[in-house]
């Protein structure tokens, strides 16, 4: 069982930066693959970002260059750097722990809101 716990979402102004943070409670947490989805009002829960347990990342295109995954195995922690923040990633930011390639469940966390807006 992990627990998943956002924080970081808030309102901020295009151009601007936002970091998310994930805290995952349970065990073995290095060896899931951590995620960062996003859902905007209207339409359906998107990837933003993946790494995987050796440190892999992959991005969507629409945040390349833009967002950076990353993750402390120490700490069981998952952090999304998002720079020059556009309106159009306005939504609710999901983080996630992907245990299916070994035969474990998928958990998901309670979201966190992020607003650009000026």
């Known amino acids: 069982q992990v627990e998943l716990v956002e924080s970081g979402g808030g309102l901020v102004q295009p151009g601007g930066s936002l970091r998310l943070s994930c805290a995952a409670y349970g065990r073995s947490f290095s060896i899931y693959i951590m995620g960062w989805y996003r859902q905007a009002p209207g339409k359906q829960r998107e990837l933003v970002a993946r790494?995987?347990?050796?440190?892999?990342?992959n991005y969507a295109d629409l945040v390349k260059g833009r967002f950076t995954i990353s993750r402390d195995n120490a700490n069981n922690m998952v952090y999304l750097q998002m720079n020059s923040l556009e309106p159009e990633d306005t939504a609710v930011y999901y983080c996630?722990?992907?245990?299916?390639?070994?035969?474990?469940?998928?958990?998901w966390g309670q979201g966190t809101q992020v607003t650009v807006s000026s």
């Open positions: 996630n722990a992907d245990g299916e390639y070994l035969g474990r469940a998928v958990y």
């Open positions: 790494i995987n347990a050796g440190g892999g990342t």
